[in-house]
């Protein structure tokens, strides 16, 4: 019976390890306007969604970003996360601050279960 806890404490940790490091580098992404890369993160059920924002944020460029709260349901396999990006529009050049709520889920896809944000990228005005 210790092992199976053990061992179940052990798969818990990886998998909130494996979501630290997929928040990281999805909002890293962003930052740094490397759409493609943000994509990969991207649920297969938004996917759709989430190139059509990507299209229309072609000109805006993200100035930072600032994990505001996190709550992870271990349980659940979901974490909601709330973000403040500070960003402007190259054709305006006035930076602007916006909150977005990340929703992220551990998700099968193709065979293989990942940390896949499930809420479409925020619109940039």
């Not at 940790?13 to 928040?23: A, T, V």
């Not at 989430?50 to 930072?64: I, P």
């Not at 505001?68 to 054709?91: C, F, M, P, Q, W």
């Not at 889920?105 to 065979?111: A, F």
Request: proline fraction near 2%.
């Amino acid at each position: 019976m210790i092992v199976v806890t053990v061992l179940t404490g052990c798969s818990s940790h990886l998998i909130h390890r494996e979501f630290d490091e997929s928040l990281d580098a999805y909002n890293e992404s962003l930052r740094w306007h490397e759409w493609d890369k943000a994509s990969l993160y991207a649920a297969d059920s938004i996917r759709e969604e989430f190139n059509a924002r990507v299209a229309s944020a072609k000109n805006v460029r993200v100035v930072d970003y600032r994990i505001v709260s996190r709550t992870y349901h271990e349980g659940k396999g979901e974490a909601i996360i709330e973000v403040e990006i500070d960003y402007y529009n190259v054709l305006s050049q006035r930076v602007k601050t916006l909150r977005y709520i990340q929703k992220w889920e551990y998700l099968e896809e193709k065979g293989t279960k990942r940390w896949k944000v499930v809420s479409p990228l925020p619109e940039f005005r």
